[in-house]
């Protein structure tokens, strides 16, 4: 792409300035006029994604010339962000800006950014040091999605101490303690969270106190106790939109903290799978407590998968239903009884989907009478 050193500076600057400006296409025209000039086949590429005119050529030139530009990354140990097709980052009009690194190849994300507008990053880690170095790049400040695994944590904490002003989407392995505090200082303002918080614990004062939740939009708590869950209930935002508690027992008290912020949510959803050793539980004071708080009106999505609960039917009689438009009882959810009161809902007039997947219940599909509604049910016996 870059033959000299004026050339691979000048490449950088346009680089940065698509990084900076994700939702613009006028960078990207800019560079890919840049290569145009050059004699690039890439600039037309780049232009030819630009334009809803221009997307079977665009394909046509990924599928000719992709693996030449992709080389150089591949070189540097890049792999794709959601590793779909190995070793294949991800274009995204015209440019590379999501890739992974793996191992020891997290220590190259600086040259990675050098060479691609990349903002979207997922560092497997291979152990404290590469991550130490990652976290000393330069572009981690243009990072909006950032995805952190692997066996290794040591390093995690370095990364997330780090300054990452433009951080929107955040998944972790791993938030302990010792990461609040690094996140608590770094200036990050995540919009939306995923993370296993199970050895979360006073690390979410650190984190209430820098107000690290007072911008969250959407969350998602992966096996929190119900201290951490109470913890953070005290802290989420009215402007919450989505909440998830996966392989959590979410209780009473916790619901009656989030009160009237349940009401602002569009999507909730209290999950888990059924394994040999049973489902979560969700108790009756529980439910009880959310029909009072969701009264309805701008809950679009409501997911209940795998969730064992006598009482669920409390829930879809209630108005908390009045807005919903896609309902999921899959993973052995849907029952008898709870069939029966959402076929006698008078609130389920806006729905539209309901995805009764892997139930194992035929009684309960075969009272599915829904007019209107597009009942996905695919019989299956349950996991081991």
């Known amino acids: 792409m ?51 005119e221009g997307a079977s050529r665009a394909a046509e030139l990924l599928r000719l010339h992709g693996d030449d530009w992709l080389k150089p990354l591949l070189e540097l140990g890049a792999q794709p962000f959601h590793a779909q097709r190995d070793g294949v980052p991800s274009f995204t009009r015209g440019f590379v800006e999501t890739a992974g690194l793996f191992g020891r190849s997290v220590a190259n994300l600086a040259e990675l950014q050098r060479l691609e507008p990349v903002t979207g990053v997922r560092l497997t880690s291979g152990g404290p040091g590469p991550l130490a170095q990652a976290a000393k790049a330069p572009g981690l400040e243009r990072v909006r999605a950032l995805k952190l ?8 904490e370095a990364v997330l101490g780090a300054r990452l002003p433009a951080l929107q989407w955040l998944v972790v392995n791993e938030l302990g303690d010792r990461h609040a505090v690094a996140l608590a200082g770094s200036g990050a303002r995540p919009l939306t969270v995923v993370a296993d918080v199970a050895k979360l614990g006073a690390g979410v004062r650190n984190l209430a106190e820098a107000s690290f939740f007072s911008r969250v939009v959407a969350l998602k708590l992966e096996r929190a106790t119900a201290a951490v869950v109470a913890d953070i209930a005290r802290t989420l935002p009215a402007q919450l939109q989505s909440l ?51 009264k309805g009106g701008r809950l679009q999505v409501l997911d209940l998968h795998g969730i064992a609960c006598d009482s669920l039917g409390e829930l879809l009689s209630s108005p908390a239903l009045s807005s919903v ?9 849907l029952t008898v009884p709870i069939a029966e009161a959402l076929v006698g809902s008078p609130y389920r007039g806006r729905l539209k989907e309901l995805n009764a997947e892997q139930t194992f219940d035929d009684a309960a599909l075969e009272r599915l009478d829904l007019p209107g509604v597009n009942v996905m049910k695919r019989r299956t016996e349950p996991w081991d």
């Open 149 to 156: 695994d692997g066996r290794y944590t040591e390093g995690t």
């Open 325 to 333: 438009e896609r309902l999921i009882l899959a993973d052995g959810t």
């Open 244 to 294: 998830t508690f996966h392989e959590t027992e979410l209780r009473a008290e916790a619901v009656e903290t989030l009160g009237a912020r349940l009401d602002s949510l569009t999507e909730l959803a209290i999950t888990g799978f059924p394994t040999a050793q049973g489902r979560v539980e969700l108790g009756r004071a529980a439910v009880r407590a959310l029909v009072r708080h969701l």
């Open 2 to 52: 870059a033959s000299t050193a004026a050339d691979a500076d000048a490449w950088e600057a346009l680089v940065r300035a698509v990084a900076a400006a994700p939702q613009d296409d006028g960078p990207r025209r800019v560079a890919a006029d840049w290569l145009l000039a050059r004699g690039d086949v890439r600039g037309e590429y780049a232009a030819a994604s630009l334009s809803p």
